[in-house]
């Protein structure tokens, strides 16, 4: 009952910024928590940073003073900003939603979106 949509990826030089977006639909009021999760060329999919309930945020070590992640009630949005960006942070980013029902977590994934950091 949850639909994602990531959007906002692309080529970008070493020490430059790219900001996502994940736009939320269907069951939205259901939803506890979002983030951003990555997987690189070869390596398992990975944490980003997540938003839970409590305005709570999480952040994986690599990222964290370099990447902030936020959101828009008014939109149904979570952005995840990324400045002065790697190339280790080359991945496919997909957003993640959990939602809990009957005691049930579910969890949707966006289709994911490209960013490749290379000068």
């Known amino acids: 009952q949850v639909q994602l949509v990531e959007s906002g990826g692309g080529l970008v030089q070493p020490g430059g910024s790219l900001r996502l977006s994940c736009a939320a639909s269907?069951?939205?009021?259901?939803?506890?928590?979002m983030g951003w999760y990555r997987q690189a060329p070869g390596k398992q999919r990975e944490l980003v940073a997540t938003?839970?309930?409590?305005?709570?945020?999480n952040y994986a070590d690599s990222v964290k003073g370099r990447f902030t992640i936020s959101r828009d009630y008014a939109k149904n949005t979570v952005y995840l900003q990324m400045n002065s960006l790697k190339p280790e942070d080359t991945a496919v980013y997909y957003c993640?939603?959990?939602?809990?029902?009957?005691?049930?977590?579910?969890?949707?994934w966006g289709q994911g979106t490209q960013v490749t950091v290379s000068s």
């Open positions: 938003f839970t309930s409590g305005s709570s945020t």
């Open positions: 993640k939603a959990e939602r809990v029902s009957s005691g049930t977590i579910f969890y949707y």
């Open positions: 269907g069951s939205i009021f259901s939803i506890y928590a």
